[in-house]
């Protein structure tokens, strides 16, 4: 079992709807959960993190946790065509700092 | 924001040499850097951990001999790959974190390739 899973897509979801990112992980002892996004040839940068249980917005995204079911998503409100590339969810393994990626899920919006 | 330098961003080498990346981190102090590796639609592979003043730590099936990692001072560590070899043509990524509880801090990443 990987430590971070991710449907690898793509994703396609039209100009101005909500585009959907899941994301698993198995380390019940993980305690903060990053989305970062990553343009083709350019490296990773973060869009949010998270910490606790719930919801936690930050202008059109939204991050939710659910620890119980060692669950991340990431929903992106409004989704504009500079939105499409791949999305990392990483995770914070337990007791040691080290971010573990999933393989990322690639999200095109078509205008 | 927290800034990673990384340099070169594209090299070119031949088989058997060797290349030096480097990381920096411009404005904190970086005690722990990470290296990372991604071959073309994968996903970021923790290679290593930088540790400032000791010995790197570095992932299974990672070979320390191979790619040498120094973190002398606070900002700055680099990564050597020795001897490098065609499946070592990867982009490689170091970063770091600003502050505790803070999500990493990225470089712009080195291409790497050896023909």
């Known amino acids: 079992q990987k430590e971070v899973e991710q449907n690898s897509g793509p994703l396609s979801v039209p100009e101005g709807a909500i585009a959907s990112l899941n994301c698993t992980y198995s380390?019940?002892?993980?305690?903060?959960f990053f989305w970062y996004r990553q343009y083709s040839g350019k490296s990773p940068e973060l869009i949010m993190f998270?910490?606790?249980?719930g919801d936690k917005e930050d202008g059109r995204f939204t991050a939710q946790l659910n620890k119980a079911s060692q669950y991340v998503s990431l929903l992106i409100r409004d989704s504009q065509p500079s939105d499409s590339a791949t999305y990392l969810c990483?995770?914070?393994?337990?007791?040691?700092?080290?971010?573990?990626f999933g393989q990322g899920t690639t999200l095109q919006v078509k205008p | 924001g927290a800034v990673v330098s990384q340099h070169p961003s594209r090299v070119i080498c031949k088989s058997g040499t060797s290349v030096k990346i480097e990381c920096r981190s411009l404005?904190?102090?970086?005690?722990?850097m990470f290296w990372y590796r991604q071959f073309p639609k994968q996903s970021l592979m923790l290679m290593a951990t930088?540790?400032?003043?000791?010995?790197?730590?570095?992932e299974q099936g990672v070979e320390k001999d191979k790619f040498l990692i120094n973190h002398a001072s606070l900002t700055l560590s680099t990564l050597t790959v020795t001897s490098a070899h065609p499946e070592d043509s990867s982009f490689y990524i170091c970063?770091?974190?600003?502050?505790?509880?803070?999500?990493?801090?990225f470089g712009s990443g080195t291409r790497l390739t050896v023909v």
């Open positions: 404005d904190f102090q970086a005690t722990t």
């Open positions: 998270i910490y606790s249980n």
């Open positions: 970063s770091g974190i600003p502050r505790a509880n803070y999500g990493y801090t």
């Open positions: 930088s540790n400032e003043g000791s010995k790197a730590t570095y």
């Open positions: 990483a995770v914070n393994r337990s007791n040691t700092g080290k971010l573990i």
């Open positions: 380390d019940r002892g993980s305690q903060s």
